[in-house]
């Protein structure tokens, strides 16, 4: 069965710090992975996806993520928090029916 | 704006009431999904709909959620005699075949908040 986990329900940075937000997933098949964004009260906002190119993605807002298939992981980072960057962030990879499966979130904490 | 919409963005009924919220997907994204989140956690997945043809079904949802896409455009989710642990957002997606032929990536609405008191 696929899964997702993220490491870490909050994790907290000063502005200015390196963010990295930990994913790693179990897929029987070559997954498709993406990172949402959000904000409070408001929808899911797409940050990025790998769909089997380039491992190393480039996503919105300064963030990126790597693709390791020996660790099954996609963590996400950004080199320097900025205060706009603290909401809730999901990870999440497509099924065989390309329905999406979610981790449980991390909700990323900006202190000043 | 060309992205997905709901309506209401909130409502507050009481326990036992019907209610029913809509999702405009972006036009011509022929799959439209529905989630529900509470809080602290993940998107839950409901249902979703190839075109108006609704394709599967989440088995934790009760007989009291029904879902309609009845041209293939817009769809509602009705939820009858509502219950406290109704209370959630719920989520709207839709997306589209890609240069590939995959559907792989979902784009969200705002959600509709339900309270049931």
């Known amino acids: 069965a696929q899964s997702v986990t993220q490491l870490g329900s909050h994790v907290s940075v000063s502005e200015g710090a390196l963010v990295l937000l930990r994913c790693n997933y179990s897929?029987?098949?070559?997954?498709?992975l993406f990172w949402y964004v959000q904000y409070p009260n408001q929808g899911l906002q797409l940050l990025l996806k790998?769909?089997?190119?380039a491992t190393l993605v480039k996503g919105i807002n300064g963030f990126e993520a790597e693709f390791k298939k020996s660790e099954t992981s996609f963590h996400l980072t950004k080199p320097s928090a900025h205060m706009s960057d603290a909401a809730e962030y999901f990870c999440?990879?497509?099924?065989?029916?390309?329905?999406?499966?979610w981790g449980a979130g991390t909700k990323l904490i900006i202190k000043p | 704006d060309t992205g997905v919409s709901q309506n209401p963005r909130h409502k507050i009924t009481k326990r036992g009431q019907n209610v029913t919220f809509r999702c405009d997907p972006i036009?011509?994204?022929?799959?439209l999904y529905w989630y529900r989140q509470t809080l602290g956690q993940g998107p839950e997945f409901l249902t979703y709909?190839?075109?108006?043809?609704?394709?599967?079904k989440s088995r934790l949802l009760s007989d009291r959620f029904s879902a309609e896409r009845p041209k293939g455009s817009f769809s509602t989710l009705e939820i009858q005699r509502t219950e406290q642990g109704d209370s959630a957002m719920y989520l709207c997606?839709?997306?589209?075949?890609?240069?590939?032929?995959?559907?792989?990536?979902?784009?969200f609405g705002p959600g509709t908040r339900l309270t049931v008191l």
């Open positions: 999440a990879l497509t099924d065989s029916n390309y329905q999406l499966i």
């Open positions: 709909f190839q075109n108006e043809a609704q394709l599967e």
């Open positions: 790998y769909t089997s190119a």
């Open positions: 036009s011509e994204h022929n799959r």
């Open positions: 997606a839709s997306s589209a075949k890609g240069l590939a032929g995959l559907y792989n990536e979902q784009f």
């Open positions: 897929s029987s098949v070559p997954p498709y």
